[in-house]
Nanobody
Framework: VQLVESGGGLVQAGGSLRLSCAVSGSMFSINTMGWYRQAPGKQRELVATITRGGSTNYADSVKGRFTISRDGAKNTVYLQMNSLKPEDTAVYYC???????????WGQGTQVTVSS
């Protein structure tokens, strides 16, 4: 399984971005897809997850502003980010929880920078 993120960039506070994570191969054996982020000097943290059944979970800091979704036909997971804040600045990583062993696959990351 390979994950390739895209859609990051520089945006002003209050703006929006949509991140995409393209998944190579079938998503059938993927249990949960997620987005994580890591700001400079901080640990990587969960942003949002979506299960195979479509259940979603969000970090408190992004609830009401971010939306995770998946398109099975395109093998792609999205993160719509609205009302962005400078504290959302980080490298965003796509994650896949795979198979019965729950092996974790990671993308290479995409930079999101929110200016004040």
């Amino acid at each position: 399984v390979q994950l390739v993120e895209s859609g990051g960039g520089l945006v002003q506070a209050g703006g929006s971005l949509r991140l995409s994570c393209a998944v190579s191969g079938s998503m059938f054996s993927i249990n949960t897809m997620g987005w994580y982020r890591q700001a400079p000097g901080k640990q990587r943290e969960l942003v949002a997850t979506i299960t195979r059944g479509g259940s979603t979970n969000y970090a408190d800091s992004v609830k009401g502003r971010f939306t995770i979704s998946r398109d099975g036909a395109k093998n792609t997971v999205y993160l719509q980010m609205n009302s962005l804040k400078p504290e959302d600045t980080a490298v965003y990583y796509c994650n896949a929880d795979y198979g019965v062993a729950h092996y974790a696959y990671w993308g290479q990351g995409t930079q999101v920078t929110v200016s004040s």
